[in-house]
């Protein structure tokens, strides 16, 4: 008996056999190919993301107990997290702080991006090199820099003490709401302009050729087809954004004060000094639950909007 006969794979006229039981089903279905091809990447995302909030929402219904937990079942966490101010005014500011952060890296980032896509011929993976080579260093160096030029002997308020323009230090510029923010806005411009770019890169141009046929100025091209077209860019850069900045606690710590403070830091707190993991955890899916409840009105209000323009 021939191999190809002892294996099943061919026929005598030579001809190869269907296949058979899993390698059959594998031919047979895309889905199946691509769920494999998935598989590495879903293993991850179960193991780095599903587990550990799984774990952070069991342990949000514990309590802490001397230097344990109570693994007793119970919401008092919640009704603690829902009755006392102190968590209500720092997710509040913490909101406040991310949102403007949020719109003045997207509007300071959108001009460039628009810039490259539009203006720029050559040469433009060049141009996102050098808008991007500051964040290359550490983030944590980044917030050291600005506590430095913001502090009160920095080079903001030397520099306006030298010219005359001022008698004192400017005393809001650090360890204030508007340090936290400018020091995110820098940090976070690169991941707003990126996604700016691509959006803008893909807009058709004989779209804008055709308004100015017939005869739309620059401000009403703009108006009516650049930026509804952009949305899905200045969505993206917003929730790259907004999210990771509504819990970030490094810049609030070094440069924020008493008056920066945010909710990650109260939630670090609980994880930390506290050991109040159960309340930390609390924190943290609260924080989530309002994240994804601005996120779902962020995008009802821009499809509104882009509908509108349109």
């Keep these: 008996m021939s191999d190809a006969a002892s294996t099943g794979t061919a026929t005598s006229s030579g001809k190869p056999r269907a296949s058979t039981g899993f390698a059959a089903l594998f031919h047979r279905s895309p889905t199946l190919r691509g769920y494999l091809m998935l598989s590495p990447a879903l293993v991850i995302m179960v193991i780095g993301v599903l587990l550990p909030f799984l774990i952070l929402v069991v342990m949000s219904f514990w309590t802490r107990e001397g230097f344990g937990f109570d693994t007793t079942i119970t919401a008092a966490n919640y009704a603690r997290a ?70 009160y002997e920095g080079v903001i ?15 809001f510029l650090l360890y204030s709401q508007t340090a936290v923010i400018i020091a995110l806005a820098h940090a976070w411009a690169a991941f707003a302009i990126l996604p700016l770019y691509v959006s803008l890169e893909k807009i058709d141009r004989s779209l804008l050729e055709a308004a100015a046929d017939l005869g739309d100025g620059p401000v009403k091209r703009f108006l009516r087809i650049t930026l509804p077209l952009s949305l899905p860019g200045i969505i993206s850069a917003t929730f790259l954004i907004f999210i990771p900045t509504t819990g970030d606690y490094i810049t609030p710590a070094l440069l924020g004060g008493p008056d920066g403070a945010m909710i990650g830091n109260l939630i670090q707190l609980q994880f930390g000094a506290v050991n109040n993991w159960p309340m930390g955890a609390t924190l943290s899916i609260v ?13 009802f209000v821009t499809r509104k909007s882009k509908e509108s323009l349109i």
């Design 82 to 151: 829902a009755s006392e101010p102190i968590f209500g005014v720092f997710l509040i500011r913490s909101f406040w702080v991310s949102g403007i952060a949020t719109i003045v890296t997207v509007l300071l980032c959108y001009p460039m991006a628009y810039y490259v896509a539009f203006h720029v011929h050559r040469h433009k993976m060049l141009w996102i090199i050098l808008m991007t080579l500051p964040f290359w260093t550490s983030y944590l160096l980044r917030v050291f820099a600005w506590k430095v030029i913001l502090g």
């Design 157 to 171: 308020n030397s520099s306006l003490m030298t010219a005359g323009l001022i008698e004192a230090p400017l005393e």
């Design 287 to 299: 924080l989530m639950l309002w994240i994804a409840a601005v996120a779902l009105v962020f995008i």
